[in-house]
């Protein structure tokens, strides 16, 4: 079974641009949660997507914004992006939302912004 | 609120030798506790986790977690280190009904040939 894979992998963009980053999960895995790592803040909640409907969310502004579709591909976007906004974007996914919520991790997309 | 504190930032151990990774939580209920594995470049892979039953958990590569309620501790053991173990390990911690996990700030392990 494929894992979860993230596009792109890298990306660098410069501060006012927006920037949509992509995550397709594990098949059949219906959750999708975003995370963004940086060195000063570590790994932070930014918000999951379960059956297309958005059920929690982190405490990021409202620049940050995602979206799931009917094949549970999600979507992450960051619009009037800033330099904090530099970071490794992960996606994890997990079949259900309940007991067993064990996620699996993508490899990242790496943001840079200039 | 849920939190993780780990307490090293940077561990530092020779290869075969003994290593245990510290971990103590903060949560109002039963938790749901993690420990995962990041490599340079990569994503999260998960090592081990604890929902309930027995506090002795093992994992992948070796690895094993001990649960204690009493001093709110969810500590990674492995009794001999290889090399490939280099890496950034991360607990956390998550709530049953949704996947809002909070990690922990890592801690970096260092293996001395």
């Known amino acids: 079974k494929a894992g979860v894979t993230q596009t792109p992998r890298y990306l660098i963009k410069t501060r006012g641009q927006q920037v949509t980053l992509s995550c397709s999960p594990i098949s059949g895995h219906r959750s999708v949660s975003w995370y963004q790592q940086t060195p000063g803040q570590g790994l932070q909640f930014l918000f999951e997507?379960?059956?297309?409907?958005?059920?929690n969310k982190g405490n990021f502004p409202g620049r940050f914004s995602g979206r799931q579709f009917s094949n549970s591909r999600s979507e992450m976007n960051v619009s009037t992006l800033e330099l904090g906004d530099s970071a490794l974007y992960l996606c994890?996914?997990?079949?259900?939302?309940?007991?067993?919520?064990?996620?699996?991790f993508g490899p990242g997309t790496r943001l840079t912004v200039l | 609120a849920q939190s993780v504190t780990q307490p090293d930032i940077h561990i530092t151990v020779s290869e075969g030798a003994s290593l245990e990774l510290r971990c103590n939580y903060s949560?109002?209920?039963?938790?749901?506790l993690f420990w995962y594995v990041q490599s340079p470049g990569q994503g999260l892979q998960l090592l081990l986790k604890?929902?309930?039953?027995?506090?002795l958990v093992q994992g992948i590569k070796g690895f094993e977690a001990e649960f204690k309620r009493s001093q709110s501790s969810f500590n990674l053991r492995k009794p001999s280190v290889h090399w490939s173990d280099a890496a950034e390990y991360f607990c956390?911690?998550?709530?049953?009904?949704?996947?809002?996990?909070?990690f922990g700030a890592g801690t970096r392990l260092t293996v001395k040939p």
């Open positions: 994890a996914s997990s079949s259900t939302s309940g007991n067993d919520n064990e996620q699996f």
């Open positions: 997507y379960f059956s297309e409907t958005q059920r």
């Open positions: 956390a911690v998550g709530p049953p009904s949704n996947n809002d996990m909070r």
């Open positions: 949560y109002g209920a039963t938790p749901y």
């Open positions: 604890y929902f309930s039953g027995d506090t």
